[in-house]
């Protein structure tokens, strides 16, 4: 029998998941926090300096590291580029705005696998029977409707952690190419790897785009609470009015935006945008020392990960073993 | 020969049943300048569209007749073929530009031509001194003021070296300053490339053009050179057209010139005295604020100012002078960990200086430039309800009642109010505002790519407001604007007011700041007060 407290317990434990993502993003890091992070700013250390094409490789060497790696090797890469964040302009600012944005994903990955993770493919992943698992929580058995499991373990959470190192690596890595290049720089560099003109421009208009939607954004939520939306709930409670006010402002934010997109879309047309298959480029970002010595360092990364990998700590996708 | 050779166009938007555009016979000469004129959805973005190629090559309808630039049909050309042929400069710069760097920008449109380095560099450096950009080279496009990235957008198109220009409203986001400068490049270039200048403010764009066209409802119902103008001054007032006071009255006193001087001259010589507005600056103080900004170490408001009941306060300055940041930081917008802001702020006898945006707003009610944002509702009358609603206020349906019905908005009432025109739009968001019951409202260029008719709507419902109690504090450009309808002027400059007075004070040395005086106001005050 389960008592009411389980019942509303387990709903709380429901409802921390969902919410505490939501919480971190808009309490710690706030609409603002998000337009710093996704946001160049002209400044001179080694990351400024590195050429944008080493970047992306780098973006793109994480995430296949990540994803055939164990777990750990992620973690290790999240934290130390996040460390590494120090050098960029206001820096400390930033390691803790991408800090609580990684917290955000670790906690609604947890919270968005545990649950539902399957207990015979923890057991595969862990190589663990699963009459060894510690049962943290029981769920009410109509919880079997949201997709939940029955009993939510020890290890179905220590095994979506491991997932969550997945994203985190990546999301810190794509940020750091955002705020260390400028949009042409990307231009540029996609160019150069011949992906076609339309999507390049497509991304340029949204990295443009990107600080102006957190703007609009902000505004419209700050005016929807300025016309009382809210106003009496406690000051605990801000987050969700942000985000009940978010919700609201979805709209009007777009319209605006899309009226700005036309523009953006005629100034590109009425300058001769993709008068020929390729563009020629003005200013040429050349590879320097150190663009060679990181891209070394790159190779050793995924060597480093092959030497891991054959040596069994490539365990990440329990289909494979 | 021909520049631009318009025959029998008819052109319908998919979603409209009428044509909105109908030009039987239309051209402009090689090296004319042409002022394009008329209220907003008259048709001059439309006419400007299907000249540089954007109808029908990327928005689509019913186009039929023939548009030709230097003999060539643009329906058989390519979009980058056109654009090689016709410049194009966007009413709105921010969102013209999109690139990070200058130089970046400049060169976009060489780039995509694939043009050779040298000739890039030539277009480029030729561009960048044209417009006189090169002291801020280094700058990032997204820290430049209005003026300055109308520059940087300006050179990106001069890079082109179009022989066709058009200029769709190109100043109407920016300071006097700015505007300035675009007008000087088309003085410059007068006869050089064939200029189309569309712009709601005739008075300024006048005195560099050879013709003025006016569109209204989709047709061309004027077409004469501007020594002709004053003849046809009743055709622009029907047609909703802002017209300099001098010409009616040029017009009426039968003067050959429209100098301003020489028609105030002329008026005292006649014994017409203008009327002039009683300034209502006497009431008691409702708003009192001291407020400074930092940002990095560098103050970028440092200001004292008090609103008086029933006063329309103006905020006017160059691009870059605070005056936004000045009404952000009132409503406690800015972003406390990027700037540094401390606010001293009674409003009606109540200290708010600790208080944030959402106990703010219960005094104060916010306009911002981008009025959309405001509305959240999916109908006018819930969008109106809304504050008053969610302030609990049991009266809100009376409270809504009355202003949609102050607003002229019964008809619209159950309208999604995204939908509707600018002007409308912008009277929902005023009487959603003060819906709030807040008795202040803080306003960020409200007239900001409003037409005559518009700006003469919305300053009457300022003036009716004020009478009933409401004070206004307006962020502008618009020199007229302030000086008709407003009671007091403050200069910013650097962050701080330098200069406080009633408009007929401001007006006499405004220049200095970048401010340029109305002819409202040159003809009502004798040539010796003028100080420039």
Request: charged share 25%; net charge neutral; no cysteine.
């Given at each position: 029998m389960y008592s009411i407290l389980d019942?509303?317990?387990?709903?709380?434990?429901?409802?921390?998941?969902?919410?505490?993502?939501?919480?971190?993003?808009?309490?710690?890091?706030?609409?603002?926090?998000?337009?710093?992070?996704t946001t160049y700013e002209k400044y001179d250390t080694f990351y400024y300096r590195l050429n944008a094409s080493v970047k992306i490789m780098l973006s793109i060497i994480i995430v296949l590291?990540?994803?055939?790696?164990?777990?750990?090797?992620?973690?290790?890469?999240?934290?130390?580029?996040?460390?590494?964040?120090?050098?960029?302009?206001?820096?400390?600012?930033?390691?803790?705005?991408?800090?609580?944005?990684?917290?955000?994903?670790?906690?609604?990955?947890?919270?968005?696998?545990?649950?539902?993770?399957?207990?015979?493919?923890?057991?595969?992943?862990?190589?663990?029977?699963?009459?060894?698992?510690?049962?943290?929580?029981t769920w009410p058995p109509y919880f079997s409707i949201l997709g939940y499991e029955h009993h939510l373990t020890l290890q179905s959470i220590y095994y979506s952690l491991q997932i969550s190192f997945r994203f985190t690596a990546a999301v810190v890595a794509s940020l750091l190419l955002v705020m260390t290049n400028t949009p042409a720089q990307i231009i540029k560099t996609l160019s150069k790897f011949k992906i076609p003109d339309p999507i390049i421009f497509s991304l340029v208009v949204a990295m443009k785009t990107v600080p102006a939607v957190f703007d609009s954004f902000d505004t419209s939520i700050k005016i929807s609470m300025m016309r009382g939306y809210g106003g009496n709930k406690p000051r605990f409670l801000r987050p969700f009015v942000v985000l009940a006010a978010a919700i609201g402002s979805i709209v009007p934010t777009m319209v605006h935006l899309l009226r700005g997109a036309k523009d953006i879309g005629i100034s590109a047309d009425t300058r001769a945008f993709r008068a020929y298959p390729s563009r020629t480029y003005y200013i040429m970002t050349p590879f320097k020392r150190e663009d060679y010595i990181f891209s070394g360092v790159l190779v050793m990364m995924v060597v480093m990960t092959v030497i891991a990998i054959m040596v069994g700590f490539g365990r990440a996708i329990p289909y494979l073993t | 020969m021909k520049a631009i050779e318009i025959k029998d166009l008819?052109?319908?938007?998919?979603?409209?049943?009428?044509?909105?555009?109908?030009?039987?016979?239309?051209?402009?000469?090689?090296?004319?300048?042409?002022?394009?004129?008329?209220?907003?959805?008259?048709?001059?973005?439309?006419?400007?569209?299907c000249i540089n190629g954007i109808i029908p090559h990327v928005i689509?309808?019913?186009?039929?007749?023939?548009?030709?630039?230097?003999?060539?049909?643009?329906?058989?050309?390519?979009?980058?073929?056109?654009?090689?042929?016709?410049?194009?400069?966007?009413?709105?710069?921010?969102?013209?530009?999109?690139?990070?760097?200058?130089?970046?920008?400049?060169?976009?449109?060489?780039?995509?031509?694939?043009?050779?380095?040298?000739?890039?560099?030539?277009?480029?450096?030729?561009?960048?001194?044209?417009?006189?950009?090169?002291?801020?080279?280094?700058?990032?496009?997204?820290?430049?003021?209005?003026?300055e990235l109308q520059r940087v957008a300006l050179a990106s198109v001069i890079a082109m070296e179009p022989k066709i220009m058009i200029l769709d409203e190109p100043t109407s986001n920016i300071d006097p300053e700015g505007t300035e400068q675009i007008f000087r490049f088309i003085q410059e270039n007068k006869n050089r490339m064939t200029q189309i200048i569309v712009e709601h403010k005739v008075e300024r764009a006048l005195p560099f053009v050879d013709r003025v066209v006016v569109v209204n409802n989709g047709r061309i119902i004027l077409n004469v050179s501007k020594e002709h103008l004053m003849r046809d001054v009743e055709v622009l007032l029907e047609a909703g057209i802002e017209i300099p006071e001098e010409y009616i009255y040029a017009k009426k006193l039968r003067i050959d010139s429209i100098d301003p001087e020489i028609i105030r001259e002329k008026?005292?010589?006649?014994?017409?005295?203008?009327?002039?507005?009683?300034?209502?600056?006497?009431?008691?103080?409702?708003?009192?604020?001291?407020?400074?900004?930092?940002?990095?170490?560098?103050k970028i408001v440092d200001a004292k100012l008090d609103l008086r009941k029933g006063q329309v306060y103006c905020i006017m300055g160059k691009n870059g002078a605070g005056k936004t940041t000045l009404i952000r930081v009132l409503m406690d917008f800015l972003n406390k960990k990027q700037f540094k802001v401390s606010s001293l702020l009674n409003i009606e006898g109540e200290d708010l200086s600790r208080k944030d945006y959402v106990i703010r707003g219960r005094k104060i009610a916010y306009l911002p430039q981008s009025f959309d944002l405001m509305l959240v509702s999916k109908n006018v009358e819930t969008e109106i309800y809304y504050s008053a609603k969610h302030r609990k206020i049991p009266e809100f349906k009376a409270i809504g009642d009355q202003l949609i019905e102050m607003f002229s908005l019964e008809d619209k009432r159950m309208s999604d109010p995204l939908m509707l025109s600018t002007g409308q739009r912008r009277r929902v968001c005023m009487a959603a505002a003060l819906a709030s019951s807040a008795h202040i409202m803080l306003m960020d260029e409200p007239t900001s790519g409003q037409d005559f008719l518009n700006k003469k709507i919305l300053g009457e419902e300022i003036r009716k407001l004020c009478d009933a109690g409401f004070s206004f504090l307006i962020v502008t450009h618009d020199s007229r604007f302030a000086y008709r309808y407003g009671d007091f002027i403050g200069i910013m400059e650097n962050g701080k007011i330098v200069h406080e007075g009633t408009p007929d004070e401001i007006f006499r040395y405004s220049e200095k700041y970048g401010v340029i005086a109305p002819s409202d106001f040159v003809l009502r005050v004798s040539g010796e007060e003028v100080i420039s």
């Open positions: 019942t509303v317990i387990s709903w709380l434990l429901f409802l921390f998941g969902i919410s505490i993502p939501f919480y971190l993003i808009l309490g710690a890091i706030g609409i603002a926090g998000f337009r710093e992070i590291i990540a994803t055939f790696s164990i777990w750990w090797i992620g973690a290790i890469i999240t934290f130390g580029l996040l460390a590494s964040y120090k050098s960029l302009k206001n820096g400390w600012r930033k390691m803790y705005l991408a800090g609580f944005l990684i917290l955000s994903i670790i906690v609604g990955t947890v919270w968005g696998y545990a649950p539902y993770e399957p207990l015979s493919i923890v057991s595969m992943a862990l190589k663990t029977p699963v009459s060894k698992f510690t049962t943290v929580w | 008819k052109f319908s938007y998919l979603s409209d049943e009428k044509p909105t555009l109908v030009i039987d016979d239309f051209y402009i000469n090689e090296g004319e300048s042409i002022l394009l004129t008329g209220k907003s959805g008259s048709g001059k973005s439309t006419l400007v569209n689509n309808g019913d186009l039929s007749g023939s548009v030709k630039i230097l003999g060539k049909e643009v329906r058989d050309m390519k979009l980058p073929d056109i654009a090689r042929v016709v410049g194009t400069l966007l009413q709105d710069p921010e969102r013209q530009v999109m690139n990070y760097s200058i130089v970046d920008e400049v060169a976009f449109g060489p780039e995509n031509l694939r043009l050779p380095r040298d000739e890039m560099e030539r277009r480029i450096q030729k561009a960048i001194s044209v417009v006189g950009i090169e002291d801020f080279l280094e700058r990032e496009t997204t820290k430049l003021s209005g003026g008026l005292r010589e006649s014994n017409i005295q203008l009327s002039r507005r009683e300034r209502r600056n006497q009431g008691e103080i409702v708003m009192s604020a001291k407020v400074t900004a930092e940002v990095e170490g560098r």
